[in-house]
């Protein structure tokens, strides 16, 4: 591999920030908790997955598949097919005709897609016990959830869900958040929500300190980030809105460096990437130019479109899919839950065909790990590109031949075991997406890879861009925050 020439660090890092990632470093290296969960020899959290499983009795969702004319409170317009909620909140599932001209040709595609113009706020709380900071995380049922309940931020909640259009209960926790200047903010950024499913959908990530008493609520657990990273292997448990918020943690950015105590060379090229050590590939203004230069040569169309007459959908009272069977349906589902605002209600859902795949590939450059990032053009997106994985489809769409293959897709699937540091099946976003999943993988190489549409970047580089709206992907902030395991598990170290 080619060394890369050293590079001067920019800026001053906020003290709150510092104080904050210092304390990191103990939760990192803490199974311990205030709620009695485990000790180092219990990594397993056994006496936390036995609360997850007495939990099932009382906080769950049961959904089942209905027709989309049968939805109560949803109805669609006469003339153009959209599903809209009786009260005008919550989403529309509308019709999109898309066009994305640029470098490598014009492309052009119908679908329907996710309107949801609100932005909700997903927010985790911060406490410190004995020095060791711990993060207070929700069992939550979702009715799209593969597996019931999974680990989710400590609010998780659209305005219409907090300003209480169903007429359910308050949403716990929520005035640590929306009175901020009473606590300690660590991050607070508005991210994107998945593009190709959302239309200029935008969360309000927020991570609050707290130092007075919290009173925990059945569900509520406070977790240090070791217990999250153990839990962040298991297939499905840790959902969606979780990553996105914990990859917005200044642990990714500022990892003291006593981390690097009794650690093998991988996991100090992993601490000196996210320390910001200047051994960097690219310089990150010539980075900020690279994404820049890609949102200006292309240009994107998405106009409104008939959900009744998409060209190569198909529009019944039952679903709507595409003919080729490919892709993603919209599906009808009655909910009856437990430990929710509300018990029972409707609503209309994106059901994916297939499971996707999303990585990244990493590699050591002069001792200092980077990552291999596409930038991704979706409809949704709020400015044209986001960066994105690696590699990032659904490999059973590309069965057809009418889909270009990914490029460096074959580096993913063909990787040699021992070079594939991460590996686990992630669940979307159960409000929203049925059953639908991701493979998230991280694969490590050795050689130098090239291709004009990519950058290396190191975790530094890349965390300071999580700081600021619309740069990172979603699926790539999930795989920034899978990345940090590598460091804090015993699994990840071992590897």
């Known amino acids: ?90 989403y529309t599932i509308q019709g999109v005709d898309v066009s994305v001209a640029g470098p490598a040709g014009t492309r052009q595609w119908h679908q329907p897609i996710i309107n949801q113009p609100e932005i909700g706020i997903l927010g985790i709380l911060v406490k410190q016990f004995d020095g060791v900071p711990h993060y207070l995380m929700q069992l939550k049922a979702e009715p799209g959830n593969i597996n019931g309940i999974q680990v989710s931020p400590t609010v998780q909640a659209t305005r219409s869900n907090y300003t209480r259009v169903h007429g359910g209960n308050p949403v716990p926790y929520l005035d640590y958040f929306r009175e901020r200047d009473r606590h300690r903010v660590i991050a607070d950024v508005r991210q994107s929500e998945q593009g190709s499913w959302f239309l200029l959908k935008r969360n309000r990530n927020v991570i609050i300190e707290v130092a007075g008493d919290v009173p925990v609520l059945d569900g509520f657990h406070w977790l240090t980030i070791q217990q999250i990273h153990e839990l962040l292997q298991v297939d499905d448990l840790v959902n969606m809105d979780a990553r996105s918020v914990l990859s917005c943690l200044p642990f990714l950015d500022l990892m003291p460096a006593t981390m690097a105590l009794d650690r093998d060379e991988r996991v100090l090229s992993l601490i000196r990437s996210w320390s910001g050590d200047r051994r960097s590939v690219h310089d990150t203004a010539d980075l900020l130019s690279w994404i820049t230069d890609v949102r200006t040569v292309t240009d994107i169309e998405v106009h409104d479109a008939p959900l009744n007459r998409l060209p190569q959908w198909r529009y019944g009272a039952d679903v709507i899919s595409h003919e080729t069977d490919r892709f993603f349906d919209v599906i009808g589902v009655r909910v009856e839950a437990g430990g929710r605002e509300v018990g029972r209600w409707d609503q209309p859902m994106v ?145």
């Open 351 to 495: 059901a994916a065909r297939h499971v996707g795949l999303a990585a990244f590939v990493v590699a050591r450059f002069d001792g200092v790990l980077h990552v291999l990032v596409g930038m991704r053009v979706e409809p949704g997106f709020a400015d044209v590109a986001e960066i994105a994985p690696t590699v990032q489809c659904t490999p059973a769409n590309l069965d057809h031949g009418d889909i270009a293959r990914p490029p460096f897709l074959d580096v993913v699937l063909d990787a040699p075991e021992d070079r594939v540091l991460y590996d686990t099946m992630l669940s979307e976003e159960g409000g929203r997406f049925f059953q639908t999943r991701n493979r998230y993988v991280i694969v490590e190489v050795d050689e130098q890879l090239e291709h004009p549409g990519f950058r290396w970047m190191t975790l530094h580089q890349l965390t300071e861009l999580v700081r600021h709206s619309h740069y990172v992907a979603m699926q790539a902030r999930t795989l920034l925050a899978c990345t940090a395991t590598l460091a804090t598990t015993r699994d990840g170290a071992a590897r």
């Open 1 to 90: 591999m080619g060394d890369a020439r050293p590079r001067r660090r920019t800026g001053r890092r906020a003290r709150s920030l510092v104080r904050h990632a210092g304390s990191l470093d103990v939760s990192a290296r803490t199974l311990g908790s205030p709620n009695g969960y485990g000790h180092y020899d219990t990594a397993r959290l056994t006496e936390f997955h036995t609360a997850l499983d007495a939990a099932r009795d009382s906080m769950y969702t049961r959904a089942e598949r209905i027709p989309l004319d049968q939805l109560a409170q949803w109805s669609a317009d006469p003339d153009s097919g959209n599903i809209r909620h009786a009260s005008g909140k919550f």
